[in-house]
């Protein structure tokens, strides 16, 4: 659920054609395109991407559709610092509940 709240808030906040970069984001795809942010997120013209080494490491469908290389606007980022930020969050969201 905490992906998603995310997800929102940055949609809310940060407007039109967002690049997500998430850990897992192939599943973070799923799990959007079967919640009620799908509508405003597809309308947003925003998409997913998972971090390089990740796409290296999965299977080819992943790495066509979410890895960096091919999305156009990614620039030369690798998107490796999402796992220390996930990790963070975590622990964030630990210390409020």
């Keep these: 659920k905490y992906p998603l709240a995310m997800v929102n808030k ?3 906040v940060l407007s039109d054609r967002l690049l997500i970069g998430y850990n897992i984001g192939c ?3 799923i799990m959007i395109a079967s919640s009620p942010l799908n509508s405003q997120f597809s ?8 971090n390089a080494f990740h796409g290296y ?16 606007g990614a620039g030369l980022e690798d998107f490796g ?11 964030c969201a630990k210390a409020l509940a």
């Design 57 to 72: 490491s999965h299977n080819y469908r992943c790495q066509d559709t979410n890895h960096p290389n091919v999305i156009q």
């Design 10 to 12: 940055a949609l809310q």
């Design 43 to 50: 309308t947003s013209q925003s998409c997913i991407c998972v």
């Design 27 to 29: 599943k973070l795809s």
């Design 81 to 91: 610092t999402m796992k220390c930020m996930s990790q963070k969050s975590g622990a």
